[in-house]
């Protein structure tokens, strides 16, 4: 007989009580299962600390005067390098981890950073600089069509929420650290003022290189390739506190074999993908998520912070890189302190609260900083440094953590590579737009180009609001549930507990005859 049920969304029930298993800290393995995942956990890092280096480097005046003072056209393909790059895996090597499994993107996208990273460390001009940024950029997304799906797959059900929320923190932690490297190295009177944080990139890609060879693999990767021995020994191991009988075990088998039998078994087809209207749904919620995480404003700050705070009376290195340091730590504290609360509230929240947010700021933002640009009004330059941060604690709050745990909740497991890729190139070619046309904006309107943003981010907050639906609650297959009908739910669930049942039995002989011998 199953647990009773943890918690229930729409009428989805979990029959896993999660209240009744220890935190991964008092579990055996547990430990040893997180750290391992950190070799996919700071998947993000490295494009962190890129995209900081972004803005640090248009106010260190050795980087201006070493690549010609780029602004307009030129700047935008600057910011926009990374994300060209990034677009290349998702056109050629989408298959890549329903093929060769969860581990094998994270290993060859780490060597690639590390080329790229080279690359920009020995530019002598700003195309070999922006082609080193384009390399990291593949390395970046070939590492992120692998990681976010293993730590999902590969976390327990009962912190799998606050894992795959921590997840996207990686990349606000290497803002932090190319920030502030950046603030410390401009004193330094020579290249290396720049040299040495692009030197730090490397790091992160080594670090997980060398750590995933020895991270288990998915186990729903391997029982989709009928390897369930492979997959069991690893439940067991790392979420049955290696107790072969475990519970948790065999329900997570059983779930995993429901949905893949549900689903033939086999590689969806890209034609499959967007077959059938519950599917529809699913990549429409998706696809959102990854165009509203990059055209709500974050790019702006992200990539061009320095033309920003130049309208808002900062000048010398010192400020800018100080405020650029400052803005990243604080969105990394929020990031941390959604990752800690996100079980308390619904997702729906989250998504709401942070988008009104986002909407009011930009309002203010647009009024204050013509305020400023036009009137001379040193209050308006204040109030938009104030707006900076604030708008990041609304949008970090929203998007930055949850842009990983919404998609892979909401498909089902033969989506789940296949959606990640999709949702990945969405955010490639979003942020493409944005890093490009954001500086050839602020050069030639001004502050007008607010007004864009206010329009657009309050159509974002009306998509939101009636649009996405809640998904806090049950287990990744459970979720399959809540795009079908109330008859297809019925029949589900009525099947789920028959294999429950029969995988109890046929381990439990198997255990049996292993004795016997």
């Keep these: 007989m199953a647990p009773a049920a943890a918690q229930a969304v729409d009428g989805i029930e979990s029959p896993i009580d999660l209240t009744t298993i220890p935190p991964f800290y008092r579990r055996k393995n547990g430990i040893l299962l997180y750290f391992l995942l950190t070799s996919s956990l700071i998947a993000s890092m490295a494009l962190g600390i890129d995209g900081s280096m972004t803005n640090g480097m248009q106010a260190l005046e050795s980087w201006q005067e070493r690549f010609g003072y780029p602004t307009g056209a030129k700047l935008g393909l600057f910011g926009a390098a990374n994300a060209i790059g990034g677009v290349v895996p998702f056109l050629f090597l989408s298959w890549i981890g329903d093929v060769f499994g969860r581990r094998l993107p994270t290993l060859l996208g780490s060597i690639v950073i590390v080329a790229g990273v080279l690359v920009e460390f020995f530019a002598t001009s700003l195309d070999m600089y922006i082609g080193g940024k384009i390399v990291l950029g593949v390395g970046s997304s070939l590492i992120q069509m692998g990681a976010p799906v293993l730590v999902t797959e590969l976390s327990h059900p009962k912190e799998r929420v606050q894992v795959t929320t921590f997840y996207n923190t990686s990349i606000v932690l290497g803002y932090v650290i190319g920030a502030w490297a950046t603030f410390g190295a401009y004193r330094i009177d020579s290249q290396w003022s720049w040299r040495l944080p692009t030197l730090i990139q490397l790091i992160p890609s080594a670090y997980q290189g060398f750590l995933v060879y020895f991270c288990p693999e998915s186990p729903r990767w391997l029982i989709a390739k009928g390897r369930l021995a492979e997959a069991r020994a690893i439940l067991v191991k ?74 808002t009376g900062l000048r010398t290195e010192y400020e800018i890189t100080l405020v650029n340091g400052m803005v990243t730590l604080w969105q990394y504290i929020v990031a941390l302190g959604v990752t800690l609360v996100i079980n308390r509230f619904r997702r729906r929240f989250f998504f709401v609260t942070g988008s009104a947010g986002v909407l009011v700021t930009f309002i203010v933002w647009t009024i204050a900083s013509q305020q400023y640009i036009e009137n001379g009004s040193l209050a308006g330059g204040r109030l938009v440094l104030a707006c900076i941060f604030i708008f990041q604690g609304f949008y970090t709050l929203a998007w930055t953590n949850l842009i990983v745990t919404y998609p892979l909740e909401i498909v089902t497991y033969q989506m789940r590579a296949k959606t990640w890729a999709f949702v990945l190139f969405t955010i490639q070619v979003s942020s493409i737009f944005g890093a490009y046309v954001n500086p050839i904006a602020l050069e030639n309107i001004s502050w007008r180009f607010y007004i864009y943003y206010c329009v657009w981010v309050a159509i974002i907050f009306l998509v939101v609001y009636f649009f996405f639906v809640e998904t806090a609650g049950p287990t990744l297959e459970e979720l399959t549930y809540l795009f079908e009908g109330k008859e297809e739910q019925r029949r589900m669930k009525e099947s789920l507990e028959a294999k429950l049942d029969v995988s109890h039995e046929e381990h439990h002989h198997f255990e049996e005859n292993k004795a016997t011998v």
């Excluded at 949905?259 to 990549?283: C, G, H, Y």
């Excluded at 509203?292 to 790019?299: A, D």
């Design 238 to 311: 790392y979420h049955g506190e290696c107790e072969p009988n475990a519970e948790i075990v065999d329900l997570e088998c059983a779930e995993i074999q429901q949905a893949l039998d549900k689903e033939a078994e086999a590689n969806m087809t890209w034609r499959q993908f967007f077959a059938s209207v519950p599917n529809l749904k699913r990549i429409s919620l998706c696809f959102a998520t990854a165009l509203f995480s990059q055209s709500s404003g974050n790019l702006l700050v992200s990539n061009y912070l320095t033309q920003i705070l130049k309208d």
